[in-house]
Structure formats: C-alpha cells, structure tokens
C-alpha cells in the first residue's frame, strides 16, 4: 500500500468516522459502504464488499442510541475493506479465510475502541462548554460557532487515529496471524461465520422475536432460506 | 404569526445545520449546543429587536440541555424558533423543549434505529447476495437517506407551524402509520438477509461441493452462540463475546501443532 493510498484511506475513513455522530449521520459509516469504498481504493471492491457484508452482520447489533456507548464500524471498515484483496494476478499471497478472520477481528476491535474514543471526545466537548459557559449564557453566536468547529475536528482526530490504527499496525498484526495460520483453513471459517452469524442472529432476535414481529422475522428466514436456496 | 418559514432569513443556513446538530455533544447539555446552532440563523431577526438582548437571550436558552433523537430534534427547533419570535414566555418555551425530549426520543428510537435502519441495511445486504454488488450498498444508503433528509426538513417545518402547540406534529399520520409498518418491515428483511448473507459468503470462499457441511456446522454453531449470549447478557454484548470466540480461534490457529 503506497503512502498515497494510506492518505486516501484516511480521508475516507475521517468522513465516515464523523458521519456516525457528528455530521451527516448518512450512514456512510456502516460497514456494507465503508468496507466497499476502502475495497475500491484499494482497487478490488468486491472483496471491500465481501468484507464489509461480513462486518455489517456485527454492526446489527449496534444501535446509536442517545449517550450510550457504542462500536464505531466506520474507519476499521473502510480499513478492512483496503486490506482484505488478493495480489495483482488475482491470488490470495495468504490463506482465504484465516486473513478474513484476523482482519475481522482487528476491524472488531478497533470497533470496540472507537466507541470509547466517542466516550473521550464527548467528555473533551463537556470540558470545553463549561470553558465557555459565560459566553454561551449571554448568547454569544460565536461561542456556539467554536464550540461546533471543534467538537468536528476532535472527532475527525478520533476518526483518523482510528483509521490509521486499523490499517498499520492492526494490518500488520492480522498479516501476521494469516501467515503463522497452523490448523486448517475451516477452523477461521466457522470462527468468523459462527461469530457474525451469531451477533446478527441474537440482534435480530432482541429486537424482532417478541409481539407483533415475530411472525414476521419467521416468514422473513423462510423466504431468505428459499432464496438462499434459489440464487445467493 | 401567518409567515412561511421559507421566507425567514436563514432558513437553508438553519437546515444545513440540521445535519451537524451533535458536532458538540456532551453528557452536560447532549444536543444543547447544536440545538442553539441550528436554531441561530432563524433567531437573528430577534437581532434588529431592543439592541439585540431578545436575541442573546433566546440563543442562549435555546443552548441549554437538550435530548432527542438527531432526525427529529428539527421538530423542536422549528417549534422552540417559531416560541421565540412570536414572543412566548421563555418559561413556556423552556417547558416545551423539556417535554419534547422524551417523546422525540422514543419516537426516533423505534421508527429509525430500530425500524428504518435495520431495514434498510438488510435490503442493501439482500441486494447484495443477488448479484448487485457495490449498487447493494449504494441502494441502502440512498433508500435511506430519503426518508432521514425528508424527516429532518419535515419535522423543521412541522415545528414552525405548529409553535408551542407541536404535540400536534407527532400524531401526523404518516408518522403513526410507519410506526406501524416499520417494525415488521424491519424484521422480515433483517429474517431474509441472514440465511441469505451466510449462503452467500460461504459460496465466495469454497468450493460449491463443500457448502452443505460447512454452513450446518455454522448453523449449529450460531444457535449455540445466541443461547450462551443470552445466559451471559447482562455481562456481555454480542460483540464482546465475538471478540472472545475469533480470539480464541486465532490463539488456536496459530499455536496449532
């Protein structure tokens, strides 16, 4: 990856980092699109996709609800989605699976990480209004203007060290326990499928399996299993 | 006051700001800040009133705490805006935008983090297994964002003609009637993304003659999965737990002998 791509990648991952919270909340940070742009940069977004399809089944579970601390999927994905893509004649130069699975990982805690990096810059804003207390109870539009800049640039900060965690060392380290891979092949397969499956399937099942959705959530595994079945 | 708020100055300025209402949000005032942001273009022709102090003080009562879900704290702010410069008491005002937070809250919680979202995500994650590749994802974020962009300049709107009486804005029916639908919406399509999300992972990475016995085992090992997360919820999420079983598949994989 060239120090172009590095940067390219971290701006990617700065606009979804601050999409999550600060602004738009368009969702650009979930990582179905990250994961797909950071694969595109890194010129095979196919397998950005298949990546980000793989993270998107963890983010299910995350729900932004008002102060409450939660993963950032953003910046890992798009990092994931740069990572995870076979060499120039279209081969994988390591194991299929267990590179999934350690970049799944990496991006999982990287994840984890962000939220508390969130819980940082929340505090950091708090920090700054009691600052500026006086001139926000005399109604000083400037105050709120400053205010607003920085609680950005404190969270494009986050977003970027988050972006770049994931892909230095967290790619170096996942390269790492890729090449080192002893056992087969199936055990980081089942890993990595049971875990996304298993986060989707108890998120859905919180959410969906009691009252009037129940029915629903059974009808819609029926039709996913038939099409499955027929053309996924 | 019969004024469209189209006509006030600053109303693309107000809704532009909309987007980044929770740039400055803490735990001490939560939305406050972006609250009064946003709310600051529309306040300004308080500016040319008694030298400016209905302004001073009317931005800074819009920055007190505020707490509401992001999409629909726009209602609060066309209603808080419309308060002020129809000249309300400031207690009658500070009582409204107190009342709002609860429902706003809630309202938002269930039609889009628990209902649109999720949904819309499923529907990217279905269109993905069919073969539509990155339009998938670009699908999710434009299906949802037409919804998220209209609820944002709406509920603005919405708040400015109703004013203090904006309780009214929340019994629209169109809100009542997605609160309705989006639930089952949400869960048929989260029910139909997954089996087809497995099927289609499993298929990029195997042979087709190994599918069968590899997604059984990933089945059994999903249902395996959510039944120990839910004896262990209270101290673990989903992703710590996920965390604990990819971590000990490394350690495992890489110390294999």
Not at chain 1, 105 to 133: K, S
Not at chain 2, 111 to 118: D, R
Not at chain 2, 170 to 195: F, N
Request: charged share 10%.
């Amino acid at each position: 990856m060239t120090p172009g791509d590095v940067l390219g990648v971290t701006a990617v991952g700065v606009v979804v980092g601050v999409d999550l919270v600060t602004v738009p909340q368009a969702m650009t940070g979930r990582p179905l699109v990250a994961a797909f742009v950071g694969g595109w940069i890194a010129g095979s977004p196919i397998y950005g996709l298949l990546i980000g399809v793989v993270l998107e089944l963890f983010a299910l579970e995350t729900l932004p609800v008002g102060a409450s601390r939660y993963p950032d999927w953003g910046p890992p994905s798009v990092a994931a989605g740069a990572l995870f893509h076979p060499g120039p004649d279209g081969v994988f130069a390591t194991p299929f699976w267990p590179w999934l699975l350690s970049l799944v990982l990496v991006a999982a805690l990287v994840a984890w990480l962000g939220g508390w990096a969130m819980d940082a810059v929340h505090r950091a804003n708090g920090a700054a209004i009691v600052r500026r207390t006086a001139a926000l109870d005399a109604g000083d539009p400037r105050a709120l203007i400053g205010l607003q800049a920085w609680g950005f640039v404190r969270d494009a900060g986050r977003a970027a060290l988050l972006t770049l965690i994931a892909l230095l060392p967290g790619g170096f380290v996942a390269q790492v326990v890729a090449d080192q891979w002893r056992a087969s092949p199936g055990v980081a397969e089942n890993a990595v499928l049971v875990a996304a499956m298993g986060v989707a399937a108890a998120a859905a099942w919180r959410l969906y399996a009691r009252g009037k959705t129940a029915r629903w959530l059974v009808a819609g595994v029926g039709a996913g299993l038939a099409g499955a079945l027929l053309w996924a | 006051m019969g004024v469209s708020l189209r006509a006030i100055p600053g109303f693309a300025v107000a809704t532009a700001r909309l987007f980044g209402i929770q740039s400055a949000f803490s735990y001490e005032r939560m939305l406050g800040i972006g609250f009064g942001h946003a709310s600051e273009p529309l306040l300004r022709t308080l500016g040319e009133r008694d030298g400016g102090t209905p302004y001073r003080a009317a931005l800074a009562r819009q920055s007190q705490f505020f707490n509401a879900h992001p999409y629909f704290a726009s209602i609060a702010i066309g209603a808080a805006v419309r308060a002020e410069l129809d000249g309300e008491a400031p207690e009658r005002i500070e009582r409204m935008r107190a009342a709002l937070c609860g429902p706003l809250g809630a309202l938002g919680d269930r039609l889009i983090w628990a209902g649109w979202l999720p949904a819309c995500v499923a529907l990217g994650l279905v269109l993905v297994t069919l073969g539509a590749g990155g339009w998938g994802a670009a699908a999710f974020l434009v299906l949802y964002n037409v919804v998220h962009v209209v609820l944002r300049v709406w509920g603005l709107r919405a708040g400015w003609r109703a004013g203090l009486h904006v309780s009214g804005a929340l019994a629209h029916p169109l809100l009542q009637r997605g609160l309705v639908i989006v639930g089952p919406l949400a869960a048929l399509a989260v029910g139909a993304a997954l089996p087809m999300v497995l099927g289609w992972v499993v298929r990029r990475g195997l042979a087709w003659s190994f599918v069968w016995g590899h997604a059984l085992a990933v089945l059994v090992g999903t249902v395996l999965f959510v039944a120990v997360l839910q004896r262990l919820r209270a101290r673990l999420s989903g992703l710590g737990l996920a965390m604990v079983v990819m971590g000990a598949a490394v350690a495992g994989g890489v110390l294999w002998p």
